[in-house]
């Protein structure tokens, strides 16, 4: 099964909106990466957090940890159409080989 | 920064007929790739860990003798999926970790993805 879950599963917003999405997940973690995949494309890697650090930033996104709660979000703000897509959360664990376990993701729609 | 390619992007196959999907890494070594599958609008599920001259792990439930993996060299890895049925189309997405990691968390490099479409 999945470690992680994400909600909500679709987004719909329009240009200049921000966009939120979270994730959750079972065990002890790592680090919790986020990455973006366009329709029928790879992932992009965005951001990784490690599970000592409890936000972090990169441009237009912001992303935070609460390993107590066991969760994630992932905050885009001032979105772009371009910036369609579906976005996945990926959790690693070191006594799992470091292989990543991904979340169910979010399809986003950005609205011109 | 890393680049990891697939072959073919799409292919369409017949009932029966085999199939193999290549992964390199391109500007860098990898002794690691991980092989995921994606059906529309779901997840990505790992299905196996490729290590550079030994066998693949497979995870549970993915059968071995159906997704026969292939880790000959640094910077290659081959999925052949075998007597391929229609039930086994899907997008097929590889990743590569570097030998000596690029960055502190052993990042993984994925590819663009091959969709297999079985008639």
């Known amino acids: 099964s999945q470690q992680g879950e994400e909600d909500p599963q679709a987004l719909s917003i329009q240009e200049g909106e921000n966009a939120t999405m979270n994730c959750s997940y079972k065990?002890?973690?790592?680090?919790l990466q986020w990455y973006r995949q366009n329709s029928g494309r790879g992932l992009v890697h965005l951001i990784l957090?490690?599970?000592?650090?409890r936000e972090k930033h990169s441009g237009r996104l912001r992303v935070t940890l609460d390993t107590s709660k066991k969760s994630s979000s992932l905050l885009i703000t001032a979105s772009r159409a371009a910036d369609t897509a579906s976005y996945f959360c990926?959790?690693?664990?070191?006594?799992?080989?470091?292989?990543?376990?991904f979340g169910g993701g979010t399809r986003v729609l950005v609205k011109p | 920064g890393a680049v990891v390619s697939q072959h073919p992007s799409r292919v369409i196959c017949k009932s029966g007929t085999s199939v193999k999907i290549e992964c390199r890494s391109l500007?860098?070594?990898?002794?690691?790739m991980f092989w995921y599958r994606q059906f529309p609008k779901q997840s990505l599920m790992l299905m196996a860990t490729s290590n550079e001259g030994s066998k693949a792990t497979y995870e549970q439930g993915v059968e071995k003798d159906k997704f026969l993996i292939n880790h000959a060299s640094l910077t290659l890895s081959t999925l052949t999926v075998t007597s391929a049925h229609p039930e086994d189309s899907s997008f097929y997405i590889c990743?590569?970790?570097?030998?000596?990691?690029?960055?502190?968390?052993?990042?993984?490099?994925f590819g663009p993805g091959t969709r297999l479409t079985v008639l």
């Open positions: 957090i490690r599970s000592n650090e």
């Open positions: 990926a959790t690693t664990l070191e006594a799992a080989g470091n292989k990543l376990t």
């Open positions: 065990t002890s973690i790592n680090n």
């Open positions: 990743s590569a970790r570097e030998y000596f990691a690029r960055g502190p968390y052993n990042e993984q490099f």
């Open positions: 500007d860098f070594q990898a002794t690691t």
